[in-house]
C-alpha cells in the first residue's frame, strides 16, 4: 500500500493487486495488531517513519484510533491497532493518491522482456487477465511475484531456516480489570499442558488487550510449515486452530476468564518468513544491530532484531545500538537478477537477524514507499538512481536518515 501511494505520488500510473478484500497485510488478515518500527526504543521513542508510514497513523487517528506510540512491559514502543480501522484507512488513502486498488485478485504469473518484467497475470472471479507495466513492487511478503517471473528468490536465510508462523487469536468475554499479563497467561498454559492439552507450543508470548474493547490477542500458537506447499500450509491453519481451542479451555481457568470465547483466529495464519528476493545488496546484522549508514540510504529500521527460531523455542532479541536506528540502502530493496523488479516488507533480502529488524510493519512502510517511488522513476526513465530516489521521498516527507544520537537529544 505504502508502495503504491508512493509510486502515485511521484507521477506513476499504478494498481495494487492483492487477494484479500481489504489492504493491511498482516494487520488486518492475521490479526497482528500492534505496529512496530515506527519508532526507536530510546526514551524518548524518536519516531522515525514519517511519509505515507506517518499518514497511515494520522488517519488512523481520524477515525477515531490512537496511534500514539506505547512502550511496553518489555521496554519496546508499539501502536496498538484497530483492524476495522486500518482497513477503512488504508481504503482511504488509496482512494486521495488515486491507486487503481484491486481486492480479490490474486497475482499467478508473469512474463519478461529481457531482464524486466512485462506483465503479470491477475486471476479474479471474472477470470485470467494481465496487467503490463514499465516497473514492478514485489509486497507480496512471500515473494510471488519475483518466483513466478523467474527473478532470483531464496526461501528463509542461507541454510534454507525460516522463522515460525504464529495464528494470532483475539479472545473476547474477559472481565475488564482481569489479569491478562503475559505471566499470568502462562501460568494458565503451563498447567493446560500439565493437564494433558498437549497442542500448545508455547507458554509465553505477547498477550495484549486491544484498544476500544476488553478483548484480547494472543500470539502464542506457533507453528512451523512451508508456505510454498499448500499441504504444510494447511496443516499449519487446522493445527494453529486446535491451539486456539486449548488456549481458550487454559484461560479460562483464570480468574476473570470463565466467560471468554474466541472473537476470530487469524483469518490466516502470520508467516514471518519465506522467500526473499535475491537484492543487490543485502543488509547485515552487524549493519543492522551496529546502526549503520549509507550514502544511498532510502528508509530507516528501528526495531530490535526479533528472531523466532521455531515452535518451542524462545525467541531471541538484539537491540539496535544506542536504541537507536539504521539506514537501508536502495539496493537491499533492488532485485539482483530483474531491472524493474523492487521488493518491500518481508520480502527483503538480509542475513536472519537483520530480517528479524526489517520485516516489521512500521519498517514495511518506509520500505514500502522507497520501492514504490524507485519503481515510478524506473518506469518513467528506464533507470533510477538513488540520489533521485532519496530527493522524491524527502519530498513526500518521508525519513531517509538515521537520527543521529546528538540530535536526539537536543
Ligand atoms: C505472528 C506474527 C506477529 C508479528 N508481530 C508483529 C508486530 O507485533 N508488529 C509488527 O510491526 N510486525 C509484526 N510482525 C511482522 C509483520 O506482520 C510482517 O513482517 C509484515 O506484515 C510484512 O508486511 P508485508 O507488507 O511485507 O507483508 P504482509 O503483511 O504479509 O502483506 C502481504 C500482502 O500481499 C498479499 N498477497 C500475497 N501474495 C499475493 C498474490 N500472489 N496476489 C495478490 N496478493 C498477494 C497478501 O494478501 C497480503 O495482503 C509479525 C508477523 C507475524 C506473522
Known amino acids: 500500500m505504502a508502495a503504491a501511494v508512493a509510486a ?27 505496529y ?61 493518491a488515486g491507486v487503481d486498488v484491486l481486492l480479490h485478485a490474486t497475482l499467478t504469473d508473469a512474463t519478461l522482456a529481457g531482464d524486466r518484467i512485462a506483465s503479470v497475470a491477475v486471476y479474479d472471479h471474472g477470470g485470467t487477465g494481465w496487467i503490463s507495466a514499465h516497473a514492478f513492487v514485489d509486497a507480496s511478503g512471500d515473494a510471488d511475484l519475483a518466483a513466478r517471473s523467474g527473478a532470483g528468490v531464496r526461501y528463509g536465510g542461507h541454510d534454507g531456516a525460516v522463522q515460525n508462523g504464529t495464528l494470532v487469536v483475539r479472545f473476547g468475554g474477559i472481565e475488564a480489570d482481569a489479569d491478562t499479563s503475559r505471566t499470568a497467561w502462562e501460568r494458565a498454559v503451563r498447567a493446560a ?79 514471518r518468513e519465506s522467500r526473499h528476493v535475491v537484492a543487490q545488496r543485502p543488509l547485515t546484522e552487524a549493519e543492522v544491530v551496529g546502526g549503520a549508514t ?43 537478477t530483474h531491472a524493474n523488479l523492487f521488493a518491500a516488507g518481508r520480502t527483503l533480502d538480509a542475513d536472519p537477524y537483520a530480517f528479524a529488524s526489517l ?23 528506464g533507470v533510477t538512481k538513488a540520489e533521485h530516489v532519496r530527493s522524491e521521498l524527502v519530498r513526500q516527507g518521508a525519513l531517509i536518515a538515521a537520527p543521529q544520537p546528538e540530535r536526539t537529544l537536543s
Not at 14 to 24: F, Q, S
Not at 41 to 69: C, F, H, K, M, S
Not at 359 to 381: K, L, S
Open 8 to 34: 502515485a505520488q511521484a507521477g506513476a500510473s499504478v494498481a495494487l493487486i492483492e487477494r484479500a478484500p481489504y489492504l493491511g497485510g498482516a494487520a488486518t488478515h492475521s490479526n497482528v495488531l500492534t
Open 36 to 96: 512496530c518500527g515506527f519508532w526507536t526504543q530510546a526514551d524518548p521513542a524518536v519516531q522515525i517513519v514519517r511519509g505515507v508510514g506517518d499518514d497511515v497513523l494520522r488517519e488512523i487517528e481520524i477515525l477515531g484510533g490512537d496511534a500514539t506510540p506505547v512502550r511496553t512491559a518489555s521496554n519496546v514502543v508499539i501502536a496498538l491497532l484497530d483492524p476495522e480501522i486500518v482497513k477503512f484507512a488504508l481504503d482511504r488513502i488509496c482512494e486521495r
Open 193 to 271: 499442558k500439565a493437564r494433558g492439552l498437549d497442542a500448545l507450543t508455547k507458554e509465553h508470548g505477547l498477550v495484549i488487550r486491544i484498544p476500544g474493547s476488553n478483548d484480547v490477542v494472543a500470539y502464542l500458537a506457533d507453528e512451523a510449515y512451508d508456505v510454498r506447499d499448500v499441504r504444510s500450509h494447511a496443516a499449519a491453519e487446522r493445527r494453529g486452530r486446535r491451539q486456539a481451542w486449548q488456549l481458550l479451555d487454559a484461560i479460562r481457568t483464570l480468574p476473570g476468564h470463565a466467560a471468554a470465547y474466541i472473537v476470530t483466529t487469524g483469518p490466516a495464519i502470520g508467516t
Open 294 to 336: 549509507f550514502p544511498d540510504a532510502v528508509a530507516v529500521g528501528g526495531w530490535p532484531a526479533e528472531h523466532h527460531p521455531g515452535p518451542g523455542l524462545p525467541n531471541r532479541w538484539i537491540r539496535i545500538k544506542d536504541d537507536g536506528a539504521y539506514e537501508i540502502p536502495l539496493g537491499t530493496l533492488h532485485s539482483a
Open 359 to 381: 520485516r516489521v510493519m512500521g519498517t514495511a512502510f518506509a520500505t514500502g514507499q522507497a520501492a514504490g517511488v524507485a519503481a515510478a522513476q524506473t518506469a518513467r526513465n
